[in-house]
């Protein structure tokens, strides 16, 4: 009995260890403006811990002027963005913290001359220690006393990810990041717009004013034709267009219109059912107007009546319009259906796999 008591407030101490070390990280986080651990004079002891619940994301950059390094400053420029929406929704998580080794901080050098880094930037994310425990061999140095030696640059030691930052947009960069880091801490990452009240305002204010324009001043051929109902219409179908192509989920999540892979090559299509890039708000919009014209196409076609003075003065021409009707039809429900393949492989409903 007295053995076990033991061992519970052996464990309750190591619990308690560990929620201040974590707690005093994230009021450090919390302290600063953009939540990201600066260190200096080479100290990386506020992240340097043996005992971890939380996974930690290294970067390791320079962004001395004289050292030109474009990817460096790209990295400076996307990883405040990704740090803030961590901390928007989980401030109090104590699950992920972020943390810079700048070169442009001379006292940061000994940091580099014991890694002999070739290359920067680096960005490396840590993993809780139960996780690493799991994946290295290495045998835990433990002194007279029973406790862990730990040093200063232990961390940098411990098996970790590797983030390759993409040749693409400052937006698809940190989209990158964000969804890279969010599949591997399985937790989901909220990028926001700077300000999404204003963009809409501003959206919205131009295209009208647009429409009021070019129906005011236009040319004569469009005011002369174009009424208000026919705006209307315009506007409602589009606006449907957009809807059910996920706007709303894209601009909300704040993803880029294009998106690359860490190979620079885009992605069209994403590949999960839970995300989606900016570019298929075009493409399933796009897709559901051109089925739906050639169902009214074809629909046209079944009441439209044939004869001498008509366009279609035959029956056979009405029968060969209806079946290439018939095959755009199909085409277009397989692209569609395509996508969502794209998305769940395993999807029963669909036609040609035309992509």
Known sequence: MIVLLHILLAWVAFVAAETEQALKLTELSLALPDGIIAITNGDLSPISQPDREHYTLIAITSTDPKHNCDSCRDLKAMLPGVSKAWFAD????????????????????????????????????????SVVAMHSKKERVV?????????????????????EIPDASLNTQTFQL???????????IMLRQENPFMKFVTTFGL???????????????????????????????TTLLVILGGYSFTAI?????????????????SGSLHWQFGDEIVLVGGNYFLLGAALVFLIYLGRYRVGPDTVISSEPARLVLTIIGTGVLYLFYSSL??????????????????F
């Open 90 to 129: 989980y401030m109090w998580s104590h699950y992920l913290f972020f943390a810079t080794i700048d070169l442009a901080d001379e006292s940061n050098k000994p940091v580099f001359d014991y890694l002999k880094l070739k290359t920067v930037p680096q960005v490396w994310l840590v993993p809780p220690s």
């Open 178 to 188: 964000a969804d890279w880091l969010a599949h591997t801490v399985q937790k989901k």
């Open 337 to 354: 259906t395509s996508m969502f393949l794209r998305k769940d492989p395993g999807y029963p409903y669909h036609m040609s796999k035309v």
């Open 207 to 237: 295209t009208f004013g647009a429409i009021l324009y070019i129906k005011k001043r236009g040319p004569g051929f469009i005011t002369g034709s174009v009424n208000k109902a026919l705006i209307y219409k315009i506007i409602t179908l």
């Open 143 to 163: 002194d007279d006393d029973g406790n862990v030696v730990y040093g200063n640059y232990e961390i940098l030691l411990e098996p970790h990810a590797n983030f």
């Open 253 to 269: 999540q704040g993803i880029p219109f294009l998106a690359r892979d860490p190979k620079g090559n885009i992605m069209y299509v």
